[in-house]
């Protein structure tokens, strides 16, 4: 059985990272593992004029940085305190999983921290992975491609990575 590991938050349901993820389940069998690492949203960020953080401010930083959800089959509900970025990372997710065993895949998945190497080197600790499908963004919008993560990642972990590049999933 091949492992996937996707990876991917604002593409996550996208038309581009969908075919290819068909193209494998009809490869053979197959298991995913969705991570989506959780950008904490422009709400969490330092008000601008560099006013000192309040405490609530600095414990919704950490948590939004720190927080590693175990696997999820199903959403939970969130607490009302939970950063609106992770709220929609863990909708995404929802999502995906679901249309994943509408195909008939076998399929887990968790958000994860905001730092999308350290979320994939977390899963990895735990789990065998054939392969990292990465979706991102094009250039020019995405952050990730930004600071070159494909190639970041395949130095960190030695696995092949294949990357997708599609539009804002829904």
């Known amino acids: 059985m091949r492992c996937y590991l996707v990876v991917a938050n604002q593409t996550l349901g996208g038309e581009r990272l969908h075919e290819l993820v068909s193209e494998r389940v009809r490869a053979g069998d197959s298991r995913f593992h969705v991570l989506v690492p959780a950008t904490p949203s422009a709400e969490l960020e330092r008000p601008p004029g560099g006013d000192a953080a309040t405490d609530e401010y600095v414990e919704a930083r950490h948590a939004a940085r720190h927080l590693l959800e175990d696997e999820v089959d199903e959403p939970t509900v969130a607490p009302v305190a939970e950063d609106p970025g992770r709220a ?26 905001p730092d999308p190497v350290e979320a994939i080197k977390l899963v990895l600790h735990r789990d065998h992975v054939d392969e990292i499908i990465l979706s991102t963004l094009p250039t020019g919008r995405s952050r990730w491609l930004a600071t070159d993560l494909p190639s970041r990642i395949r130095r960190a972990f030695g696995l092949p990575v294949v990357h997708v590049t599609g539009q804002q999933g829904p």
């Open 88 to 113: 929609f990372a863990r909708e995404r997710l929802a999502r995906e999983l679901a249309w994943l065993r509408r195909l008939g895949a076998t399929a887990s998945g968790e958000v994860g921290v």
